[in-house]
């Protein structure tokens, strides 16, 4: 701020001289007597210069150097107008404030939403892989136990062809071996048989190859059903195996789903996180700004020495 009192020098001594921008000097020579020690030393004489010029004199008036009512309205002015900003920044600093209160609570509340649903998300994933977990425990078990259950009627099967006719042959050869005899029976075998026995032992021979022909027969038939029921169960099986690849391939694509989910999820944060951030900065920087125009004011508004 500028000021409407002027400084010019002024001289103040007792003796008056003319000021002049070169001082006007001559050569002059002059002889002075020796002194001797004996001899006292003249005193010295203080310089009088001559006074030159004419003596003037004036009154000034009191309100003629200094007023004060037209030298205090610039301050004035200025301090009001010091008031007045610092009172518009700070009413500025308060709305800005509540607004960056309101952003954050939304912020918050945006993010307590998100972060709910994310649990949300999680729990019922869970809740799908431990039904998935139990599903499939369950057909294992199933299978396990139809697998059992196919086998168990196989060999009851098997067991009740081969011996179906083996009480019959047993008896046969009991008897044969002599175990179950008549004693008359056996005076007949051993008196009259032994020639019977030659003359039919062509007959009995055939009977073997005929029974071996047979058992040859039965044996083929028994591995041509076990066969079947192997080739049965190994297509049961391949059904059972494709339908559960199936389900795996489901529950991968349902997991693929549920970790992209979670991706979009974990990317939306971090962008809320940068947001965050962003505003942080904005809010730093607002801040420095501010301190800088409050330190700007504060120089502003100091006094000036007149």
Request: proline content about 3%; hydrophobic content about 40%.
């Amino acid at each position: 701020m500028q000021s409407n009192v002027a400084h010019v020098a002024v001289q103040t001594d007792a003796d008056l001289e003319e000021l002049v921008d070169q001082t006007q000097t001559k050569t002059q020579a002059t002889q002075t007597d020796d002194f001797g020690e004996e001899d006292e030393k003249p005193i010295p004489v203080m310089y009088v210069p001559r006074a030159r010029g004419v003596d003037q004199y004036t009154s000034i008036e009191p309100h003629e150097l200094f007023d004060f009512d037209l030298a205090v309205q610039p301050l004035i002015e200025v301090l009001i107008g010091k008031c007045t900003d610092q009172g518009l920044t700070e009413v500025q600093e308060e709305e800005e404030l509540k607004t960056v209160a309101a952003r954050i609570r939304r912020f918050e509340q945006e993010r307590d939403l998100m972060v709910a649903e994310s649990r949300r998300l999680e729990q019922a994933h869970l809740r799908r892989h431990e039904e998935k977990l139990r599903r499939l425990a369950q057909a294992r078990e199933m299978a396990q136990k139809e697998e059992s259950t196919k086998l168990k009627l196989a060999a009851r099967q098997l067991a009740h062809q081969y011996l179906s006719g083996l009480q019959e042959n047993v008896f046969q050869q009991l008897e044969a071996g002599g175990a179950f005899y008549d004693p008359a029976e056996r005076e007949v075998r051993e008196t009259f048989l032994p020639w019977l026995t030659s003359q039919v032992s062509a007959k009995l021979s055939a009977a073997a190859d005929a029974q071996i022909t047979v058992d040859n027969m039965i044996a083929d038939a028994i591995s041509i059903v076990v066969q079947e029921k192997a080739e049965i169960l190994r297509q049961q099986k391949e059904a059972e195996a494709r339908e559960l690849a199936r389900q795996r391939e489901e529950e991968l694509r349902r997991l693929e789903e549920i970790e992209r989910q979670k991706r979009e999820l974990a990317e939306a944060q971090r962008q809320a996180e940068e947001a965050q951030k962003l505003l942080a900065e904005q809010m730093a920087a607002e801040g420095a700004a501010l301190d800088d125009s409050l330190a700007d004011l504060g120089e502003y508004g100091q006094p000036s020495d007149y």
